[in-house]
């Protein structure tokens, strides 16, 4: 069933969310970690046009391959450093609210890799993925050929 152009449908809202990307862009978080969160946040998800797309990006950027092959494991790999793992953490607690909410000990994890500026930009840009997420689905995005 084709779905709407939500881009169209509601273009004031879409100024905003991409404010919240320019934003982002701008973060003191490195590009590689923001690309990691991002396809993280996306299998979680199961949105394949985001997952293509911040695979794509983090590639074209220097990311490594198998890194990105193990990222749905990243807690059994040595390829993630100390805070890498607190993002990737991060990541799936606020992804998966509904499971266990956001924990004490996660956030003490989490709080002693990241500066309360990192911290806050980390949790903006996990809420503008999973607000993508929800579009990409929900709109069933299509992968480009």
């Known amino acids: 069933m084709k779905r709407i152009n939500y881009y169209a449908a509601a273009p004031n809202a879409m100024k905003a969310m991409m404010g919240l990307e320019r934003a982002i862009a701008e973060s003191l978080l490195p590009l590689r970690l923001r690309e990691l969160v991002k396809i993280r946040a996306s299998q979680v998800n199961g949105c394949a046009y985001c997952i293509d797309m911040h695979s794509k990006d983090a590639l074209k950027n220097g990311e490594d391959v198998r890194r ?19 993002a990737l953490l991060w990541t799936e607690t606020l992804t998966e609210l ?3 909410g956001a924990p004490d ?30 579009f990409g689905v929900g709109f069933a995005m299509q992968l480009p050929d």
Do not use: C, H
Request: zero cysteines; hydrophobic letters at 40%; glycine letters at 4%.
């Open 68 to 86: 990105l092959m193990a990222l749905p494991a990243w807690r059994e790999t040595p390829f993630f450093d100390e805070r890498e793992r607190a």
């Open 98 to 100: 509904s499971k266990n």
């Open 105 to 134: 000990e996660v956030y003490g994890a989490v709080t002693a890799q990241f500066s309360e500026q990192e911290l806050s930009e980390l949790t903006f840009l996990i809420g503008t993925i999973n607000a993508w997420n929800r």
